[in-house]
């Protein structure tokens, strides 16, 4: 299709939405750009199955948009034109099409708004930029609710999201079941049954474009499969795997969310945060099917409301906190951690299981689910007092799922407390009874759970001590962390003694641990 343009119309990797309103119905003087460029893939090391799986679904969505009948313009990542940055297009392109508008949706990350706000500044024609009709709340509406308050604790905007959509309340406007949160019915060990369902994700075989991204010299971590993805690349796929988690994981999901399992790394976690992420599926079915399920008598009660939970609440939640923050929220040390990364963070060669099998399925697969996250690899990384800004880059990086509005405040606020307790309320820390009593992880390990002191102790151990007394003054008069304060200053000064010269002979080697 050709013919006049006016108005050429950004679509970022991140918007591959095709339920979103500029796609109602096809406008002949409308070019919709989609483009690969260095400036995206750049910025931070990413997973090779990252760049893979969202570059594979802007070509998906590509043809889609083709397909019915929209005109679309694909800058391809080694194409001759390409200017390798999204403004430097974006301008080449008005001027080719000669339009008098530029219009994008909203980004998602601080960094591209930015850009693009100030590009738009240096601009004569007209330049918008409209919603991306995909989340349920406004980026400053977080910032309005929580006005005034010292914390800004989620549990008082998720009740409140709760009965502004409807979600799990009954005819009298109180939660189901009585109460808000069933996370108390959320913590058990997984022991092999009920077994793991099978992965039902497709496959896809992109080693042409995998070929090409190396061709052209774009550096990556983590195993390529040598293009072979498993990952939705467009929403029919992504429905499917919705579908499937509904139906095979849903009804498990809840009492086994906190579990890890050396044989089971998805056990039943629904892997739809990189399709919900780049918009092919919609947080509210997604919540409605869950619901749906739970009406219907296919998942229990409490297994359905922590889901709901992650998506209604923790994931409108943290994107208030990014956008009522940034762009200082990212340089945010509270703790002063400083350490670099160990170099093993690349590939998982350590002899700690627990880390190896984490940052291992990291590497492998693009994914650890949430616990993995928090409680193996960002509990190790805030008890060794890793830089949260070195860490923040390496979550970014080598997680598919990962975004900078949802995987900055988990990891400076949630995990690394760099924030000073903006969003939690207390450090996720623990020894290594919290890792052996949920997973099997320690099983087989060099180290010995049980040993605090000595050649053979698991590091955790030593540095969970070390950490409470590091810090203090800072998080001593936290009513939380009180039990364990005591438990401390309880300890023979021999025990406390000996303690610290652990830490200390742990932090020394962290590179060879």
Sequence with gaps: MSGATHTLRLVLGDQLNPGHSWF?????????????????????????????????????????????????????????????????????????????????????EWRLDAQLQ???????????????????????????????????????????????????????????????????????????????????????????????????????????????????????????????????????????????????????????????????LQPLEVVRRAEAAWREGVAPLAAVEGFVRQILGWREYVRGIYWANMPRYGQLNALNHCQPLPAWFWSGDTRMRCMRLAIGQSLQTAHAHHIQRLMVIGNFALLAGLSPQALHQWYLGVYIDAFEWVELPNTLGMSQRADGGLIATKPYVSSAAYIHRMSDYCKGCTYDHRQKTGDGACPFNALYWDFLERHSPALGTNPRLAMVYRQWQKMPDAQRQALRQQARQVLARLDTL
């Design 24 to 108: 109602s119905q096809a406008d002949p003087q409308v070019v919709h750009v989609l483009m690969e460029v260095r400036q995206e893939t750049d910025y931070v090391r990413h997973h090779a199955q990252k760049i893979l799986a969202i570059f594979a679904a802007m070509r998906d969505f590509a043809r889609h948009l083709r397909s019915a009948g929209h005109r679309v313009r694909y800058v391809a990542l080694d194409d001759a034109s390409n200017r390798q940055s999204i403004t430097g297009n974006l301008e080449a392109l008005a001027r080719h099409y000669g339009v008098a508008r530029v219009q994008w949706q909203q980004p998602d």
């Design 118 to 280: 100030q590009w738009a500044r240096s601009q004569d024609m007209d330049c918008e930029a409209v919603d991306s009709e995909h989340f349920l709340t406004r980026r400053n509406e977080l910032a309005e609710l929580m006005r005034g308050r010292r914390q800004w604790l989620m549990e008082h905007f998720y009740r409140q999201m709760r009965r502004r959509w409807q979600v799990l309340m009954d005819a009298h406007g109180e939660p189901e079941g009585g109460q808000w949160n069933f996370d108390h019915d959320n913590r058990k060990p997984w022991h092999g049954t009920p077994p793991e369902p099978a992965d039902s994700r497709p496959v896809h075989d992109h080693s042409a474009l995998w070929e090409m991204l190396q061709s052209a010299g774009v550096q990556s971590m983590g195993d390529a499969q040598a293009g072979q993805l498993r990952w939705p690349i467009n929403r029919t796929q992504a429905l499917a795997c919705l579908d499937a988690f509904v139906r095979d994981a849903l009804p498990h999901f809840g009492a086994y969310e906190d579990a890890m399992a050396s044989q089971a790394p998805r056990l039943f976690h629904s892997l739809l945060s990189f399709a919900l992420n780049v918009k092919m």
